[in-house]
């Protein structure tokens, strides 16, 4: 039967062009940039400095406390610069910048492709990997994969949920992954389950994607404790919290973590990512790139280094079609637009859209007409209408109270609006400062 | 008919007056015991209610002057050195003097000095677009143009110039209440020292990047040069991270340093024409 979540939500069109287009490794680009700060939490610390030769798989920023990962360089080359480079909002970001020669790699990464089932490490040496090799979130949120893996005292988990949902329109890089490295994903989940401690994970996939449930349905035969969940297409179903609703059917309280109903969520391209560098000893600098859009003359899925400036890949797409009103790091509905195609792939890039100038435009803002549609399609339950008022007049205090911080920013009321407000940049803004608020509260 | 009228009326004066009565005595027991000063302070004070001196409106100025034993703290910006003199007099104390000072957006990145690379189309504040985009041009200190500054401006003393892409500050109309310099994400509003005139000699500026990259987002950038330094004799310049600030207490308007600036990112405002070069001058007094 197909689960879906209660609470709100939508159906944009789905608009899954690259679906049927295999992953192909992009040529290693001439130069990269490797921002520092990739991921939720602390910026890496740099060990590397201007000169240093690097090969591929080296370190080059060191986790700086716990919330904070790893990062290795994805090319062999020289580092040109340690410097700041404008990252997708404009804004300067440290990172480095390193001229590729070669392909060399450190020692002891396997590179074949060989499937390696068995592991005999147990749960704490596979986090200590995890770790190690920088692996964050790689649905968009890159919230660093080993803190989640460890629960917060007095909790425990009791299910892994493996998130295959890309519940997105446009992207496919997750739907091409199950579908070529199905076997590679099993593994990767029981290892993250041996790491959690659990015997149970369940992998949730929409049912716009028949051939992967299919594929993924007949090899859980071989794997224990692993099941897959068909889901109702809607979106945001690929939202952690309404993920856990729809397979588990329970509620992440308000302000809780999922651990809080015993359910730890992990992306099917972290569990890949936990594949490799458990089995093969790779640290996370590939990732799987959808670049898309409905003037793209080769929509693609690419295998491509961190780091690789966008052109690139938009290049290897077929090149910027003409009437491109902006490009889009991400989804159409959570994605953000870059200001430049010099914009480095880094952990969280699941895809580059290219949407023309009609798609890109937004509707004249006009008054609210008290329809209560966002507050319909809200998925959290809040009243996006009243968040965007109160974070306007600045009254964070309401903010607050009407639980802002709650909001997942999945754009459905937006998107919903048929007065075309900019609801979510509103309470994005409101989400800022009140988390900020918060924060120094607490200090 | 008659009787019903007086009967009403006899009614409603017995119930008024045990009423009044009532109230009377109410207001005996609960009176407030208030300084007749907070009154007479603030009718001294200029009603604008902006907020400019920390405090909530007029009438919590005045309650905070009457409770404070010096007026060292407490200042009006829109009232100036006058009213504080009328309130200290009420008061009975010293009151200390201030310069008057005015606000000024340290930005000149018209659309003519500084190329949009860019456009934004999300809610149209500044506040929303400094959180999560560094603006329209390759500048990412520049003013952004959606006039929160505007919004917050009591006094209407903010000309918008939606068609430049950055508001001008009408120096007559502005009482530096600071409501613009709280309100602008790129912290770009000074209030600086109000001399004779309104005349103004002031770096134009905030981009703290280096100087080819300045220069190129905005062709009146300050590229931390250090020319205008070297040109000053009262020490009122400083640099710092690539980016020249003129202390407007030091500076005494010699107008050395607006001629050496190769970026013309110093402005001189307000000044009359110079004698020697004649074809720029117009080009300031329109600036």
């Known amino acids: 039967m197909l689960k879906t979540f209660k609470l709100g939500g939508v159906h944009p069109p789905d608009n899954k062009i690259s679906a049927g287009n295999a992953i192909e490794a992009l040529p290693i680009p001439k130069s990269v940039f490797v921002p520092v700060a990739q991921h939720i939490g602390a910026p890496a610390t740099p060990v590397v400095n201007r000169g240093d030769e690097v090969k591929a798989g080296q370190l080059l920023a060191k986790s700086s406390s716990f919330v904070s990962t790893n990062i290795h360089s994805p090319v062999s080359g020289k580092v040109k610069k340690v410097d700041f480079s404008a990252d997708s909002s404009g804004y300067p970001r440290q990172g480095f910048l390193i001229e590729v020669d070669g392909d060399e790699w450190i020692e002891g990464i396997d590179r074949s492709e060989d499937l390696v089932k068995e592991f005999t490490l147990d749960g704490k040496e596979i986090i200590d990997k995890i770790q190690e090799a920088g692996i964050v979130g790689l649905g968009g949120a890159t919230f660093p994969t080993h803190v989640k893996l460890v629960p917060p005292k007095g909790m425990k988990a009791e299910v892994l949920l493996i998130n295959g949902v890309e519940c997105e329109p446009y992207l496919t890089s997750d739907h091409r992954l199950m579908l070529e490295k199905a076997d590679e994903i099993m593994v990767g989940t029981q290892i993250l389950m041996k790491a959690l401690g659990v015997e149970k994970a369940v992998v949730g996939i929409e049912n716009n994607k028949p051939d992967v449930i299919q594929l993924l349905t007949d090899k859980t035969k071989n794997y224990k404790g692993i099941s897959v969940q068909a889901l109702k297409v809607k979106y945001p179903q690929g939202g952690e919290k309404q993920l856990i609703k729809a397979v588990t059917g329970k509620e992440v309280p308000s302000g809780g973590l999922p651990i809080a109903v015993g359910a730890v969520v992990s992306n099917v391209g972290t569990a890949f990512a936990v594949y490799e560098a458990v089995q093969k000893n790779k640290p996370?600098?590939?990732?799987?790139?959808?670049?898309?859009?409905?003037?793209?003359?080769?929509?693609?899925?690419?295998?491509?280094?961190?780091?690789?400036?966008?052109?690139?890949?938009?290049?290897?797409?077929?090149?910027?079609?003409?009437?491109?009103?902006?490009?889009?790091?991400?989804?159409?509905?959570?994605?953000?637009?870059?200001?430049s195609t010099d914009v480095p792939v880094t952990k969280g890039t699941s895809g580059i859209l290219l949407v023309n100038n009609e798609e890109a435009k937004r509707g004249e803002p006009i008054t609210c007409i008290r329809c209560s549609r966002c507050v319909s399609v809200c998925p959290m339950g809040l009243e996006p209408y009243l968040l965007k008022k109160l974070s306007e007049k600045q009254l964070f205090e309401r903010t607050e109270e009407e639980n802002v911080m709650d909001c997942i920013e999945c754009g459905s009321c937006s998107y919903t609006c048929p007065s075309y407000l900019p609801l979510l940049d509103y309470i994005r803004f409101g989400k800022n400062k009140t988390g900020q608020i918060i924060r120094s509260r607490k200090k | 008919m008659s009787m019903t009228l007086i009967y009403t009326i006899a009614t409603l004066?017995?119930?008024?007056?045990?009423?009044?009565?009532?109230?009377?005595?109410?207001?005996?027991?609960?009176?407030?015991?208030?300084?007749?000063?907070?009154?007479?302070?603030?009718?001294?004070?200029?009603?604008?209610?902006?907020?400019?001196?920390?405090?909530?409106?007029?009438?919590?100025?005045?309650?905070?002057?009457?409770?404070?034993?010096?007026?060292?703290?407490?200042?009006?910006?829109?009232?100036?050195?006058?009213?504080?003199?009328?309130?200290?007099?009420?008061?009975?104390?010293?009151?200390?003097?201030?310069?008057?000072?005015?606000?000024?957006?340290?930005?000149?990145?018209?659309?003519?000095?500084?190329?949009?690379?860019?456009?934004?189309?999300?809610?149209?504040?500044?506040?929303?677009?400094?959180?999560?985009?560094?603006?329209?041009?390759?500048?990412?200190?520049?003013?952004?143009?959606?006039?929160?500054?505007?919004?917050?401006?009591?006094?209407?003393?903010?000309?918008?110039?939606?068609?430049?892409?950055?508001?001008?500050?009408?120096?007559?109309?502005?009482?530096?209440?600071?409501?613009?310099?709280?309100?602008?994400?790129?912290?770009?509003?000074?209030?600086?020292?109000?001399?004779?005139?309104?005349?103004?000699?002031?770096?134009?500026?905030?981009?703290?990047?280096?100087?080819?990259?300045?220069?190129?987002?905005?062709?009146?950038?300050?590229?931390?040069?250090?020319?205008?330094?070297?040109?000053?004799?009262?020490?009122?310049?400083?640099?710092?991270?690539?980016?020249?600030?003129?202390?407007?207490?030091?500076?005494?308007?010699?107008?050395?340093?607006?001629?050496?600036?190769?970026?013309?990112?110093?402005?001189?405002?307000?000044?009359?024409?110079?004698?020697?070069?004649?074809?720029?001058?117009?080009?300031?007094?329109t600036a």
């Open chain 1, 284 to 339: 996370l600098i590939e990732r799987v790139v959808t670049v898309t859009g409905k003037g793209v003359k080769k929509p693609s899925n690419f295998k491509v280094r961190i780091g690789t400036p966008t052109q690139d890949l938009i290049e290897a797409a077929g090149g910027l079609p003409e009437d491109t009103g902006k490009i889009i790091s991400g989804g159409p509905m959570m994605g953000r637009a870059v200001q």
């Open chain 2, 13 to 285: 004066s017995v119930i008024g007056t045990a009423a009044a009565v009532i109230l009377y005595f109410v207001a005996q027991k609960f009176k407030v015991q208030e300084d007749p000063r907070i009154d007479a302070v603030e009718e001294a004070l200029p009603a604008a209610n902006c907020g400019g001196c920390g405090f909530a409106g007029c009438r919590a100025f005045a309650e905070a002057t009457v409770r404070s034993d010096n007026l060292a703290e407490l200042y009006c910006p829109v009232g100036g050195n006058e009213t504080m003199a009328g309130v200290a007099e009420i008061l009975g104390l010293e009151a200390v003097k201030q310069d008057p000072r005015v606000a000024f957006i340290r930005c000149n990145g018209t659309c003519d000095h500084r190329p949009k690379t860019s456009n934004f189309d999300g809610a149209s504040t500044c506040a929303i677009e400094s959180s999560v985009y560094s603006g329209e041009s390759d500048c990412q200190y520049g003013c952004l143009g959606h006039g929160d500054c505007y919004d917050s401006c009591d006094f209407d003393a903010i000309d918008l110039r939606a068609n430049l892409g950055v508001p001008l500050i009408i120096d007559d109309k502005c009482v530096a209440c600071g409501a613009c310099v709280e309100a602008c994400p790129k912290d770009l509003i000074e209030l600086r020292k109000k001399f004779p005139k309104y005349r103004k000699v002031v770096v134009a500026c905030r981009n703290e990047d280096k100087g080819g990259v300045a220069r190129k987002a905005c062709s009146v950038a300050c590229i931390g040069c250090g020319k205008c330094q070297k040109e000053c004799k009262f020490d009122a310049i400083t640099i710092e991270n690539n980016l020249a600030f003129i202390d407007s207490d030091k500076c005494k308007l010699c107008r050395k340093c607006p001629p050496v600036c190769p970026t013309n990112s110093i402005q001189e405002l307000n000044f009359p024409p110079r004698r020697v070069k004649k074809e720029e001058k117009e080009e300031c007094s």
